[in-house]
């Protein structure tokens, strides 16, 4: 972060804060928002692994062929580019943001997160753009235990499953899309088994994580939480 003192400008270590948890925890939008509020730049790992689900698909790729699916993640070229507001991603040169929100691409991802050789590609990656960005919030599952173990603030974001699925319940009526309580319990339940399952990079509390439970909150209430946590210097 750089500040400036008359003519004199003092550039202070990269900030970086990492919040990671389970589906539905209300993890993207506060670590969207935090960034907005803080003015640094945000990370969002979930869509790194979004566009390599989705490179393999339009190669017709076998998601059960680990070997073949970590040269697609090697070869694809993916980065960020920020638009007005919204930040952009870029998948070999085309803006794919709106093409890798897909239900069937959130369904392929899981093929990606647990091939071990695809995670390293996209943990270096990750790395690398955080350079890139200097300071920064970075959201996923494995920020703090993996990607950043270093990083100034450590957040893990929580709620009931039960709070999880209706909040995806609601999102997906707010859409116009029928769907069933029950269904989405039963998917939230599952990811939570297959993120907290996977040998590499598995969804874990960080050591040093500090534990916010978003059961009971509005998405302004957890923001002005992790403003005063990173303001309050912990
Ligand atoms: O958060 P999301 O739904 O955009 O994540 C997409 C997929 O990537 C999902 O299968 C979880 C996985 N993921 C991961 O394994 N590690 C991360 N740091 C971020 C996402």
Request: glycine letters at 8%; proline letters at 3%.
């Amino acid at each position: 972060m750089a500040y400036t003192f008359g003519n004199l400008s003092v550039r202070l270590p990269a900030m970086i804060i990492t919040i990671d948890g389970p589906a539905g925890s209300g993890k993207s939008t506060a670590a969207r928002k935090l960034a907005a509020e803080l003015g640094i730049d945000f990370l969002d790992t979930g869509a790194t692994y979004r566009a390599v689900t989705l490179r393999a698909m339009k190669l017709g790729a076998d998601m059960e062929d680990s070997k073949a699916l970590v040269q697609i993640a090697r070869q694809a070229d993916i980065s960020f580019r920020r638009q007005g507001r919204s930040l952009k991603v870029l998948l070999d040169g085309q803006d794919v943001s709106e093409a890798i929100r897909t239900e069937d691409v959130s369904r392929n991802s899981y093929y990606i997160a647990r091939a071990d050789g695809c995670r390293q590609v996209l943990v270096e990656l990750q790395r690398r753009l955080g350079r890139q960005m200097g300071n920064f919030v970075s959201e996923g599952r494995d920020q703090g235990s993996v990607v950043f173990p270093d990083a100034d603030f450590k957040i893990y974001l929580d709620a009931s499953p039960d709070v999880r699925a209706q909040r995806r319940f609601d999102e997906a009526a707010a859409r116009g899309e029928k769907v069933e309580y029950a269904k989405v319990l039963e998917d939230i339940m599952q990811r939570d088994r297959r993120d907290q399952s996977r040998a590499t990079g598995p969804l874990v509390r960080p050591a040093g994580a500090i534990v916010v439970d978003t059961s009971g909150m509005t998405i302004e209430q957890v923001v002005a939480r992790l403003l005063s946590i990173v303001r309050a210097g912990r």
